[in-house]
C-alpha cells in the first residue's frame, strides 16, 4: 500500500539528548512536511521541503533541523535546543507544494 | 492571509445530516478553501476543497456562499465514526510557501 510512515509512534526523549523522527513515504510526492500539534491546539508549521536537496522553516522551526536527501525521506531531529519538545508530530506529503496533504499516523514525543 | 473562524464544538445525532460552519471573510479571489479531519491521535484527512462552486464528493459536500466569506461542510448521514475535530483552512501564501495552516478546529461528536 502507497502511504507516509512514522517511526516511532512513541519516542522518549532525556534531557540535553537530540532525538530524530523518522518520516517515509512512497507516494512519489515532491513535497513534505512536518508539523507540531500541542494537546487542545491546531497544527504548527516546523519545516517543509518542496523537493530533493532543499527545505524551508515554518512557524516555529527554532531547536529542530531536517534533511532532505532523498525524495521519499524527511527526518527531523529534535535538538536539545527545543525547551518543550513534548507534542504530537505529523509528517506529510503533496504531489506538489500546491495539493492536498497527506499525513503519517504521527509520533508521540515525550521528555523524562 | 485570510483566517477562518469556526464553533469549537458541535452536536450531531446519527443518520442526521452534520452541518460544520466556517466564516473566511477576507478571503482573496484566488484562494481554496479546504476541509480535513483528524480522528483523536491519528493524522488529518483530507475531506473536499472548493474555490467558488459547490463541490461534492464521497465524503461531503461543500456548499460557498456566492461572496465567497463563508462556507459550509455537509456530512449528509453522519455515523459514529464521523465524530473527529474538523479543520477549514484557507490556502495561503506566506512565509510557509503555500503549506496549509491549521487553527483549532471543530470538535464534532455524533452521538447514538
Given amino acids: 500500500d502507497g502511504g507516509i510512515t512514522q517511526s516511532p509512534k512513541y519516542l522518549f526523549r532525556k534531557e540535553g539528548q537530540n532525538v530524530t523522527l523518522s518520516c517515509e513515504q512512497n507516494l512519489n510526492h515532491d513535497a513534505m512536511y512536518w508539523y507540531r500539534q500541542d494537546p487542545g491546539q491546531g497544527l504548527r508549521l516546523i519545516y517543509y521541503s518542496q523537493i530533493v536537496n532543499d527545505f524551508q522553516k515554518g512557524d516555529i522551526a527554532e531547536g529542530y533541523s531536517v534533511s532532505r536527501e532523498k525524495k521519499e525521506s524527511f527526518p527531523l531531529t529534535v535538538t536539545s535546543a527545543q525547551k518543550n519538545p513534548t507534542a504530537f508530530y505529523l509528517c506529510a506529503s503533496s504531489i506538489t507544494g500546491y495539493e492536498k496533504l497527506f499525513f503519517g499516523s504521527g509520533t508521540q514525543l515525550s521528555v523524562l | ?112
Fill in chain 2, 1 to 112: 492571509d485570510a483566517k477562518t473562524t469556526q464553533p469549537p464544538s458541535m452536536d450531531c445525532a446519527e443518520g442526521r445530516a452534520a452541518n460544520l460552519p466556517c466564516n473566511h471573510s477576507t478571503i482573496s479571489g484566488n484562494e481554496y478553501v479546504y476541509w480535513y479531519r483528524q480522528i483523536h491521535s491519528q493524522g488529518p484527512q483530507y475531506i473536499i476543497h472548493g474555490l467558488k462552486n459547490n463541490e461534492t464528493n464521497e465524503m461531503a459536500s461543500l456548499i460557498i456562499t456566492e461572496d465567497r466569506k463563508s462556507s459550509t461542510l455537509i456530512l449528509p448521514h453522519a455515523t459514529l465514526r464521523d465524530t473527529a475535530v474538523y479543520y477549514c483552512i484557507v490556502r495561503v501564501l506566506s512565509n510557509s510557501g503555500y503549506a496549509l495552516n491549521f487553527g483549532k478546529g471543530t470538535s464534532l461528536l455524533v452521538t447514538p
